[in-house]
């Protein structure tokens, strides 16, 4: 089946740092969505990617979708505290079958050191 | 418009009792998806209905677990007998298609002792 890889696991930062969470898949996907879970909260829908190659900003935030739609990026510029929390991207399948379509990685925890 | 609605947010059971999950969608929604966290873990797809109709419940355990979305009222995760390997976070989610992004609730935290 469709499998999900994101890395890093855990990314400690210093304030102010840059961060890039990547996300593979095995397979082409339709697209690519991106969550942020706070810590004791719920997961928050943050972006989806639907164009081979396509990047979108939103504020201090950037996301990429490979050419070959395999693979994405998350990248946060000069990271605030409010920034901590786990980030997780989903791939969505060529739907069919009935299925849930949307396979989750299992996160980067995001570690800000003031 | 009132967001994905969860209730209880904390559940305790001893194990060998029933916890039914309840869940909301926001208004216009008709996907519903569950999904369970273990602590510093990812989520995991249980189940996805459509009103009245069970979608694909190939994430859910064939024993103890069901799930429903009636046509009328919220949607139900139910665990019956429960035992401490349940105890997690159980999120629901849901969207106006498919492909879109899914709006989770506020997840039920269910501690088994």
């Known amino acids: 089946g469709q499998q999900v890889m994101q890395i890093p696991q855990y990314q400690h930062v210093q304030e102010g740092e840059d961060f890039t969470t990547y996300c593979n898949s095995s397979?082409?996907?339709?697209?690519i969505q991106w969550y942020k879970q706070r810590p004791g909260g719920h997961p928050v829908f943050l972006i989806q990617?639907?164009?081979?190659?396509e990047v979108k900003k939103q504020k201090r935030l950037t996301f990429q979708f490979g050419e070959a739609k395999k693979n994405s990026s998350l990248h946060i510029t000069a990271t605030q505290t409010t920034d901590v929390g786990t980030y997780f991207c989903?791939?969505?399948?060529?739907?069919?079958?009935?299925?849930?379509?949307?396979?989750f990685g299992k996160g980067t925890h995001l570690i800000i050191q003031p | 418009n009132a967001g994905v609605m969860q209730n209880p947010r904390h559940l305790v059971r001893r194990r060998g009792q029933e916890a039914r999950l309840r869940c909301s969608p926001m208004?216009?929604?008709?996907?519903v998806y569950w999904y369970r966290q273990l602590p510093e873990e990812g989520l995991k797809f249980m189940v996805y209905?459509?009103?009245?109709?069970?979608?694909?419940e190939s994430g859910m355990p064939k024993e103890r677990f069901s799930a429903e979305f009636p046509k009328e009222g919220p949607s139900i995760l139910r665990i019956q007998q429960v035992v401490r390997g349940d105890s997690a976070a159980y999120f629901c989610?849901?969207?106006?298609?498919?492909?879109?992004?899914?709006?989770f609730g506020p997840g039920t935290r269910l501690t088994v002792t």
């Open positions: 989610a849901s969207s106006p298609n498919l492909d879109g992004g899914r709006n």
């Open positions: 397979t082409t996907l339709s697209n």
């Open positions: 990617l639907v164009k081979s190659g």
């Open positions: 989903a791939g969505g399948r060529y739907s069919g079958g009935g299925a849930d379509g949307l396979t």
């Open positions: 208004k216009g929604h008709s996907h």
């Open positions: 209905l459509q009103k009245e109709n069970i979608i694909d």
